[in-house]
């Protein structure tokens, strides 16, 4: 099965979770799509196995051919070319490579050229947890062709845990969509309950079910919960505000290492979405 593990806004607490997750059950894939700011590395420390380049597709024009008809500017929606009639220029970083040009190229002047993106990195933790993550390369505007690369090394007979990047873009949508579970991961503030409802409204949008962990619960917080409650969304676990916690994760320690009734909560969460995808409610 694959769970995801997002969060509306950065700072939540996701890449501990995400990382937690993976840890306590045997048979678990790990990875890390936030390829702009991969951090599940620092909490799990994997050995790395291999690397391999990622490359995203551009439009290359060949000017034998082209007659500078302009139909290439016209069809492409991104608005990444420009015809100077004598060169047509391509704005690399605004390029979706949606291939319409190519299609609609009438003198079939318009092939495919290759750029480097990131690299992929795989190896394991230990011989029960899988880990993968990339590394965009710095300038690279889009990191949705690095994510579709990483979700290739899902495996099917294990349990898939995706670190998703943090927000809604579409770099949140490409980590996400194919999941049978989302956990979105918030805090018990006023910003962690406004970019939880964003999240929520996509994850509704897109059709994936989904539960809710409060992190650094604090419960004189009430909004959080009166929306839950109101929205009729599952609070899987709420998570106390817990200097111990915060003091593991400076260090770079998984939290569920030092506390077992953490560490049974992140269990019995994995048990409840195998068998039934819509986990009880759990409280540390
Ligand atoms: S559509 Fe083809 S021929 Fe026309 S300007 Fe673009 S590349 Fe050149
Ligand atoms: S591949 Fe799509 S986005 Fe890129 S230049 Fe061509 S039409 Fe525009």
Same mark, same amino acid.
């Given at each position: %099965?694959?769970?995801?593990?997002?969060?509306?806004?950065?700072?939540?607490?996701? &890449? &501990?979770?995400?990382?937690?997750?993976?840890?306590?059950?045997?048979?678990?894939?790990?990875?890390?799509?936030?390829?702009?700011?991969?951090?599940?590395?620092?909490?799990?420390?994997?050995?790395?196995?291999?690397?391999?380049?990622?490359?995203?597709?551009?439009?290359?024009?060949?000017?034998?051919?082209?007659?500078?008809?302009?139909?290439?500017? #016209?069809?492409? #929606?991104?608005?990444?070319?420009?015809?100077?009639?004598?060169?047509?220029?391509?704005?690399?970083?605004?390029?979706?490579?949606?291939?319409?040009?190519?299609?609609?190229?009438?003198?079939?002047? $318009?092939?495919?050229?290759?750029?480097?993106?990131?690299?992929?990195?795989?190896?394991?933790?230990?011989?029960?947890?899988?880990?993968?993550?990339?590394?965009?390369?710095?300038?690279? $505007?889009?990191?949705?062709?690095?994510?579709? #690369?990483?979700?290739?090394?899902?495996?099917?007979?294990?349990?898939?845990?995706?670190?998703?990047?943090?927000?809604?873009?579409?770099?949140?949508?490409?980590?996400?969509?194919?999941?049978?579970?989302?956990?979105?991961?918030?805090?018990?503030?006023?910003?962690?309950?406004?970019?939880?409802?964003?999240?929520?409204?996509?994850?509704?949008?897109?059709?994936?079910?989904?539960?809710?962990?409060?992190?650094?619960?604090?419960?004189?917080?009430?909004?959080? #919960?009166?929306?839950?409650?109101?929205? %009729? %969304?599952?609070?899987?676990?709420?998570?106390?505000?817990?200097?111990?916690?915060?003091?593991?994760?400076?260090?770079?320690?998984?939290?569920?290492?030092?506390?077992?009734?953490?560490?049974?909560?992140?269990?019995?969460?994995?048990?409840?979405?195998?068998? &039934?995808?819509?986990?009880?409610?759990?409280?540390?």
């Amino acid at each position: %099965m694959i769970i995801s593990v997002a969060s509306g806004k950065g700072g939540t607490g996701k &890449t &501990t979770v995400a990382a937690s997750l993976a840890s306590v059950k045997d048979n678990c894939v790990y990875i890390d799509c936030d390829v702009e700011e991969p951090n599940g590395h620092l909490l799990l420390n994997p050995k790395i196995d291999f690397e391999e380049k990622v490359y995203k597709k551009l439009p290359q024009i060949d000017y034998n051919k082209c007659d500078f008809c302009g139909k290439c500017v #016209e069809v492409c #929606e991104f608005n990444a070319l420009i015809n100077l009639k004598f060169e047509i220029i391509l704005f690399e970083e605004m390029c979706h490579w949606c291939g319409s040009c190519k299609y609609f190229c009438p003198a079939k002047a $318009i092939t495919d050229r290759e750029k480097e993106i990131g690299v992929l990195r795989c190896g394991s933790v230990n011989e029960h947890l899988i880990f993968a993550d990339g590394i965009l390369k710095i300038g690279e $505007i889009s990191s949705v062709p690095l994510i579709k #690369e990483l979700k290739k090394k899902v495996i099917k007979e294990k349990i898939n845990i995706i670190d998703s990047p943090p927000g809604t873009s579409c770099a949140m949508i490409e980590s996400v969509k194919d999941s049978d579970f989302c956990i979105l991961v918030t805090e018990s503030t006023p910003f962690g309950l406004s970019d939880l409802k964003i999240a929520a409204d996509v994850l509704n949008e897109i059709g994936i079910p989904f539960g809710v962990i409060i992190n650094k619960y604090k419960p004189e917080f009430k909004e959080m #919960e009166n929306y839950l409650n109101d929205n %009729m %969304m599952d609070i899987l676990l709420k998570i106390p505000f817990d200097r111990k916690i915060a003091e593991d994760y400076s260090k770079g320690i998984l939290p569920v290492f030092n506390n077992n009734e953490l560490k049974n909560a992140f269990a019995g969460l994995i048990n409840n979405l195998k068998t &039934t995808k819509v986990p009880e409610k759990t409280d540390v």
